[in-house]
């Protein structure tokens, strides 16, 4: 018997250091962590010990005995990453607690702006060095970013996270200052004349577009707007998406796309078990959609899904995968990456689902996800002013792989469409900005020119990664801005929490601290409880 990881795997991992015989890759520092779509267990090696399973956030391991039959594949997508790359041990260390801070420092004090993954991992690492005061700032008056407001409703257990940073924040070495908007409510000046350094982990809020005539029009939206509106995201809560007609077209097939498909295509009753906004759920309860065509520039080897995500479409209730065989018959360039001996197992195995869906038959009655390969959008058409129909043109594929269009069109008639062409980080008022890359500048989390001053998360390295990704990339700033406060770098600030505490209460009167947010979470569970759902969001305590 052996354990296994599967498709809500987070790349948190903090099961590496867990497992006794480390047989869990990619590790952190290994070449391929930053990439990886997961993380997988040596079957061979495994010792059936279970302490992998019994830390991992977001409940991803499971023993091959008891897996759910939705779950069998993956016992092969484990044992074969590692029939790709056999374990190495030679470089196994035992795992070793961060280095307590000098006592005669003082304390260290630091404010992290925004409270998702990136920036709850960094107060986390921080106060595990002892003698750390960390200030966390929202915008929102809810915590956890796109934890809360990103992963779909249908993977709760994606944001089991939540749990461990709720644990680790129950001392007062930490405090959140929720519904306080950091450049308007408080400066960063003033941030820093309250904090030895100040971390910025506020992510890529914005969107990439299409770059097409009729992008405008009514009934064409970014797909992160629909994301936070089925989340509810309290500046999106009063969108309005047309549901009217019996198609919606996503351009775009990363796993974002694949969960705006799923939300439109599920049976109602199945999202009223989740904690989907009920302005949403009322409205998809009423959706005339059946059809959700997913469209790629270039061809399922080069898709941008995962392979477990696209894996799990395939158990949706009621609903059908539709893939074109014809799309399916790979170009030269192609087929040598995925024949190649160092292809990646999950790559295969990407290309082998696709074949697979091209093979089903479809139910009659049933809703679908149409996936599109080899085509980009050149014109979204309208009438009235709302869109009514999108314009592809077909693309090849170059020995480079990038996709060239062809002189081949086709036109979709579509009442919905949403793009999810990628996430974009926004400037920071007072902070450099790399436009090109749309981050702050930075080397190692410290960000160019301005001491004291560290970013981390997508802000840091670009929207790419899931929740865990952020675990190592946080570490290498919070041990950046540790060196800097033990090498004398950072300097003292004038004031500390009392006075914080009495410049908020002064400027943000409404302020939600941990307290008020733990009445808050306490009532949306219980509202939950009241109807079989995790939580409903927005209610308030009496």
Not at 421 to 434: A, S
Request: one cysteine or more; glycine letters at 8%; a negative charge.
């Amino acid at each position: 018997m052996t354990f296994v990881i599967t498709q809500r795997c987070c790349n948190d991992s903090s099961c590496v250091p867990e497992c006794p015989v480390d047989c869990i890759r990619p590790r952190p520092d290994d070449p391929d962590y930053s990439s990886t779509e997961m993380l997988y267990i040596d079957p061979d090696t495994c010792i059936d010990c279970g302490a992998c399973a019994e830390v991992c956030p977001v409940d991803a391991i499971y023993s091959d005995f008891d897996l759910p039959t939705a779950l069998e594949r993956f016992v092969d997508v484990n044992r074969s990453y590692f029939e790709l790359n056999p374990l190495d041990n030679s470089r196994l260390l035992p795992p070793s607690a961060p280095k307590r801070l000098p006592a005669e420092l003082g304390t260290l004090r630091v404010a992290v702006v925004g409270s998702g993954p990136a920036g709850s991992y960094a107060a986390e690492q921080l106060i595990r060095h002892g003698n750390v005061e960390v200030e966390i700032f929202d915008r929102l008056p809810t915590p956890w970013g796109l934890i809360r407001n990103g992963v779909a409703p249908d993977h709760p257990e994606t944001k089991g996270v939540v749990d461990r940073f709720t644990s680790a924040f129950k001392s007062d070495a930490v405090r959140m200052h929720l519904g306080v908007d950091v450049g308007t409510d408080i400066t960063l000046d003033e941030l820093r004349e309250h904090h030895h350094a100040v971390v910025y982990a506020v992510g890529a809020p914005g969107d990439r577009r299409l770059g097409v005539p009729g992008e405008d029009l009514d009934g064409s939206h970014s797909a992160t707007e629909f994301v936070a509106w089925y989340n509810g995201h309290p500046d999106h809560a009063d969108r309005v998406f047309d549901l009217s007609g019996d198609r919606a077209v996503i351009f775009g097939n990363g796993n974002v796309a694949l969960d705006v498909a799923r939300v439109l295509v599920l049976d109602s009753d199945e999202l009223a078990k989740t904690d989907i906004a009920d302005h949403a759920l009322k409205a998809l309860r009423d959706s005339s959609i059946r059809e959700v065509v997913v469209v790629g520039r270039r061809g399922p080897v080069q898709a941008a899904y995962s392979t477990p995500e696209f894996l799990a479409l395939g158990h949706l209730p009621g609903v059908d995968i539709v893939v074109d065989e014809a799309e399916l018959d790979l170009d030269a360039a192609s087929s040598a990456v995925v024949d190649s001996p160092d292809a990646h197992p999950a790559l295969r195995l990407k290309v082998d689902l696709a074949r697979e869906y091209a093979a089903r038959p479809v139910t009659p009655g049933n809703r679908r996800i149409v996936f599109r390969y080899l085509a980009s959008p050149t014109e979204l058409r309208g009438d009235g002013g709302r869109v009514t129909a999108v314009e592809l043109v077909h693309n090849t594929l170059g020995d480079d792989l990038a996709a060239n269009p062809t002189d081949r069109t086709e036109t979709l008639s579509a009442s919905l469409v949403l793009r999810s062409v990628g996430y974009r980080g926004k400037p920071v008022d007072g902070l450099p900005f790399d436009e090109a890359r749309a981050i702050l500048p930075n080397d190692r989390g410290r960000v160019e020119g301005v001491e004291g001053v560290y970013t981390t998360g997508w802000i840091k390295r670009g929207p790419r990664g899931v929740i865990g990704t952020n675990r190592a990339d946080s570490q290498e700033t919070v041990d950046a801005l540790i060196e800097d406060f033990e090498g004398g770098r950072l300097a003292a600030p004038a004031g500390g929490r009392a006075a914080l505490a009495a410049l908020l209460a002064d400027r943000v009167p409404g302020l939600v601290d941990k307290a008020r947010w733990s009445e808050v979470d306490k009532a949306e569970k219980a509202a939950g409880k009241a109807a079989g759902r995790p939580r409903v969001k927005g209610v308030l305590p009496e």
